[in-house]
């Protein structure tokens, strides 16, 4: 346990379908570091989460409706994947709006495997480089990303990986970036 | 029984997580007009169905791996949903290859869903109109395509519809526009 994200506070928006590992471990570093978490979803209640996008694998608590949360009161954003999520994800217009008001700011915004999907849908990603989970890849050219196959890839606010296997690094990763990011007066 | 698809046969491309409706509805359809049909996929052996792509429902039994498929032999793609099936078709070299190669012979490829997520990866939606389960008309139209919100859109060779509940209207057109074909000589 150490305290370098004391006083920070990262909305989490995710919702049923997540990928398990992709909300667990980043929460748990997150924490670890002394931050604080609130999960942002569709719904209220609980969130259903999948192991492989196959297998259910228990349920998240939820915060708060994206609907009802305001970009003012986090300091960076996490987005988990799962292939079911982002999908749902990104026929919302809260949820869109919540991340392209969120990553107009120029708080740091983290995200994983099928994460950047809400990010294409967004309309943010002209001249950004990330990675994401292979079968996405395309589409995330087609809005105007450059995409490339890293462990962490790291430009200006935005911090991406690939999948489960990059979540040492991604976790480290996102601390350090949370840590550093100027906060909000 | 009517016998309008007598010597036609179909290539339906799925893998794993297909939405069991939208195989097993066209299949029936395209077999009651006497046509034939083969199940081509990644893998041989079965592949596992989903309904609403989170509870498991049965598995259906390949025929054949598509990197062995010939597109020659078919008259017709049939491209099914379900989130987690194309999501995994679209990362394999030999899948899109086959479903670039059948949309320039000018045969006709009907999709529902997110079936066309396999289209945009192909790279053959510029200037095409078609229709498609919500979440993804952000990635067809960043692939070139218009996309709109209708039952049922034909824009030559491609049949397109939105999910499930367009079935009934999806496999109608599917079986007239199969049977009016032009047939390779």
Redesign the interface.
């Known amino acids: 346990m150490t305290n370098e994200l004391h006083g920070r506070k990262v909305a989490i928006l995710a919702t049923d379908?997540v990928e398990r590992v992709e909300l667990e471990e980043p929460l748990g570093a997150l924490l670890g570091a002394g931050g604080q978490a609130e999960l942002l979803s569709l719904h209220t209640g609980e969130i259903n989460a999948r192991q492989m996008?196959?297998d259910p694998a228990g349920t998240f608590t939820v915060d708060k409706k994206v609907a009802d949360a305001r970009v003012g009161d986090y300091d960076a954003l996490l987005l988990p994947g799962g292939?079911?999520n982002p999908?749902?994800l990104?026929?919302d217009p809260d949820a869109v709006a919540f991340v392209r008001e969120f990553v107009e700011t120029g708080k740091p915004v983290a995200t994983i495997c099928?994460g950047p999907w809400t990010l294409?849908?967004a309309g943010v990603l002209h001249g950004r480089r990330l990675t994401s989970w292979?079968?996405?890849r395309?589409?995330l050219r087609?809005?105007g990303a450059e995409v490339v196959d890293e462990e962490v890839v790291i430009d200006r606010q935005l911090i991406s990986s690939r999948g489960p296997q990059d979540l040492p690094a991604f976790c480290k990763a996102i601390v350090e970036r949370f840590a550093n990011a100027p906060q909000p007066a």
Do not use: F, K, V
């Open positions: 379908g996008d196959i292939t079911m999908d749902q990104r026929t099928h294409a849908e292979p079968s996405i395309t589409d087609n809005a």
